[in-house]
């Protein structure tokens, strides 16, 4: 009778003991709530609009000079060899029709030679440079723009931490609560504009390089073609 007054008085204080700490342990699992891209580029502020504006101006920038660099890369063998074949076959008017219907900056280079055949050779070779100028000027048309997105917009990240960082302390120099809470909570916060920036800005800065390494083909290609137009222009003197 003893043994089972002690068994359930046991029973008793275990029940107790338990109820006791589920609630605790209830209380000490903290909620953590789920960290969300859109929610933190929402958060970064009202530095998170002009970076975006960089980085929609960065990309139009780079896929519009992409496809006019790619179009202008374009192979011109077939030109050069219809070109070749009027000019030897003594047709100038037909080989000046031909390069100014390939609408193309090695087509406008060679029209401008071709309408220049009876003047000095440095005279043609001078007019064919000087349109080949303006053909990579337009080629390299608001390129630079993409350098200068890739310095702006980490700056523009900069710009927005240590404004969130000074409203942190003046927050905590009003209310003076100096948790880490408080600090942590509006610092990681904060920060994301920094991590945008320097994403953008990275982006444009490998997109500008992209562009300027295709402009360079081109260039080289351009005056590889003008070599080789000015050569068969001196091959009957020779």
Known sequence: MLFMLLQDTAQNVTDTVNQAI???TTAAAPVVDDLRFGDLLI???WVMIPIAILAVLGLVIFFERFFTI????KDESDLMAQIR???TSGKLDSAIAVARNSN????RMLQ???LRIGRPIKDIEGAIENIGKIEVSKLEKNIGILGIVAGIAPMFGFLGTIAGV???FYDISKTDNISMGVISGGLYVKMVTSAAGLFVGIVAYVCYHVLQMMVDKVILKLETDAIEFIDLLEEPSR
């Open 166 to 168: 000074i409203k942190i």
């Open 104 to 107: 193309s900056p090695l087509g």
């Open 43 to 45: 958060k970064g502020g």
């Open 85 to 87: 074949s009027n000019i």
């Open 70 to 73: 790619r179009k202008a890369a």
């Open 22 to 24: 589920q609630p605790v």
């Open 112 to 114: 401008k030679g071709l």
